[in-house]
């Protein structure tokens, strides 16, 4: 009888350490292991547009970005304010574009990987945010979509066929 109270004794301790600490241990290796898909995911993403805005808007002045070749290509150059005010907009993005990229340099550093993981996953879903704004319908695009949408001749492809239509 004392051996069968002693084991469920053991069995009720056993049972309320499993609850007290194992549980709890598991839920926050499960919310570590979130958080670090969750931050690998944006650090692609942020990845992935920075590399698409490069290829549009990088250049020492507005001139060099491809925008700008493309604005001209279809006669952008006729209307000088427009022209004007596109070069304004382009030196506007291209320097947005340099600070995301030393804030994105800054985030990878040995400093900010000390950083508490919740923290270092804010930072990273503010620098997306800053990148693709915070409109519903722009968040809720999917990878394809967000290149074919920072792809310019996809969109001027866009604009021929449903001006044909």
Request: net charge negative; glycine share 8%.
């Amino acid at each position: 009888m004392g051996a069968l109270i002693g084991a469920g004794a053991l069995g009720a301790g056993g049972y309320v350490t499993y609850r007290q600490l194992v549980v709890p241990a598991q839920r926050r290796a499960r919310r570590r292991k979130e958080l670090q898909e969750q931050l690998a995911r944006l650090q692609q993403g942020i990845a992935n547009l920075l590399l698409a805005l490069e290829q549009l808007i990088a250049g020492s002045k507005p001139e060099d970005a491809t925008l700008y070749q493309v604005f001209v290509a279809y006669g952008g150059k006729h209307e000088p304010a427009r022209d004007e005010s596109v070069r304004g907009w382009l030196a506007q993005c291209q320097q947005a574009f340099y600070a995301a990229f030393d804030l994105r340099r800054n985030l990878q550093s040995d400093e900010a990987q000390q950083i508490e993981l919740e923290e270092q996953v804010r930072r990273w879903e503010t620098l997306y945010l800053s990148l693709v704004g915070s409109s519903p319908r722009i968040r809720n695009l999917t990878e394809a979509e967000l290149r074919d949408l920072l792809d310019p001749v996809v969109v001027l492809e866009r604009g021929e066929q449903e001006s044909q239509l």
